[in-house]
């Protein structure tokens, strides 16, 4: 990997990469010495000029995501070394299994690949670059993940490009497959279409609290809000919930719904699809559910939104307190990165005030072992869920 320049940290502002924090930031910086652009490999330095690591470039608040720390220059087999590792830790936790095929490969700085997020759905990888330099790279991370995979005798028949640019195209890397392409999950099936879905295709972060709240559904009528795929509706119908509503805003959504509960074969009669905003369809819906899940997307993706998106959480919450039965059950998340696991909490709180009800914490959700993170790099830890006892 050819390096393209050199970084120096001022005094004092090298602590967090001595740390194995892996982001520098701009107003850390003393000294740029070379000419590197944006997603070009440099050097990180203390401001007594020691190597601290090696990185990806780019201009901008993060200027510097450290992806080998020390002072050995990176060589092409880093991604292969870091990827074999990401891939063995699925295997060794039991992430993958015979009734589980799809899981998270890579989750960025949590797997040391800051930037870099790679999704496995059966046979096929698909890559998202969230940073210039795993954007210039994704040919080697092709080839990286191709090695990984023969090595472990695992079969790899595509890897796919998903751009979250408008300046790049997605485009397969690898081979081909077609779409929408049926994984499972704890033995149930989806469809996941990466080409044209959400993300990379499904919300593969959801998959143990999906799995928790199949085992509390039988015999409950369960409201599943912002359902996109149905996920979570697939999985309260084979808990053996009496009824399921899935409610999205998105006729596109609903019917991902629709196709996916028929894949797996269940009664019509138990589940209803409403193309629907969620707060307008709780407004009327006082006592009809025992139990409703709540897992919008995220309400701020910067700090500038945090104080809408908490008075969105506070909204939404407060109002499935005021519908569900006596001895109910929520299940409530927040994706928000920029809103932390205490203020959630503290904004569940303020809902119940607002809704009069007494309520109980159950449980405490976050993101399963296939969304690491690292204890180096709190920020990775993004998915917030409570389960909620409303008496």
């Avoid at 602590?15 to 440099?42: C, E, M, N, Y």
């Avoid at 998903?162 to 300046?167: P, Q, T």
């Avoid at 307190?321 to 909490?345: E, K, N, P």
């Amino acid at each position: 990997m050819k390096v393209q320049g050199t970084i120096t940290l001022k005094q004092g502002r090298d602590h967090s990469a001595k740390r194995f924090h892996p982001w520098i930031f701009s107003g850390a910086i003393q000294q740029t010495l070379g000419d590197p652009k944006d997603g070009d490999w440099v050097e990180v330095q203390d401001a007594k000029k020691t190597t601290l690591g090696f990185g990806h470039y780019q201009k901008g608040s993060i200027t510097v995501r450290i992806i080998t720390f020390g002072t050995g220059a990176p060589t092409e087999s880093i991604y292969i070394d870091k990827i074999g590792r990401a891939l063995d830790q699925r295997l060794e936790t039991c992430v993958a299994s015979e009734f589980t095929n799809a899981y998270r490969l890579v989750h960025g700085e949590g797997d040391g690949l800051p930037g870099l997020i790679i999704d496995l759905y059966h046979d096929v990888a698909i890559v998202q670059a969230h940073s210039f330099g795993m954007q210039n790279d994704r040919k080697l991370i092709a080839e990286a993940l191709q090695k990984v995979f023969d090595i472990r005798s695992i079969k790899l028949s595509a890897v796919y490009n998903k751009s979250i640019s408008e300046k790049s195209e997605s485009e397969y890397l690898l081979g081909m497959a077609a779409v929408p392409h049926i994984v499972a999950e704890h033995g149930n099936k989806f469809y996941v279409d990466w080409e044209e879905g959400q993300k990379t295709g499904f919300f593969l972060d959801q998959r143990e609290n999906r799995k928790l709240l199949g085992e509390m559904a039988k015999a409950k009528t369960v409201l599943n809000t912002f359902c996109y795929t149905g996920g979570f509706s697939v999985y309260a119908l084979q808990g053996g919930a009496k009824l399921v509503h899935s409610v999205d805003a998105s006729e596109k959504a609903i019917s991902l719904t629709r196709k996916n509960l028929d894949l797996n074969g269940f009664d019509p009669n138990q589940h209803e699809c409403f193309a629907s905003d969620t707060f307008d369809f709780l407004k009327d819906k006082k006592d009809v559910y025992d139990l409703i899940i709540l897992d919008p997307p995220a309400f701020a993706k910067h700090k500038d939104a945090r104080h809408q998106a908490i008075k969105g959480y506070q909204r939404l919450n407060a109002e499935a307190m005021r519908a569900i039965r006596s001895g109910g059950v929520i299940f409530t998340f927040s994706c928000s990165q920029v809103v932390d696991s205490q203020l959630f909490y503290d904004t569940i709180v303020s809902s119940a005030i607002q809704a009069g009800r007494q309520v109980k914490v159950l449980h405490h959700l976050s993101q399963p072992a296939d969304h690491p993170v690292s204890l180096f790099h709190r920020e990775g830890e993004y998915l917030k869920g409570l389960v909620l006892y409303v008496e």
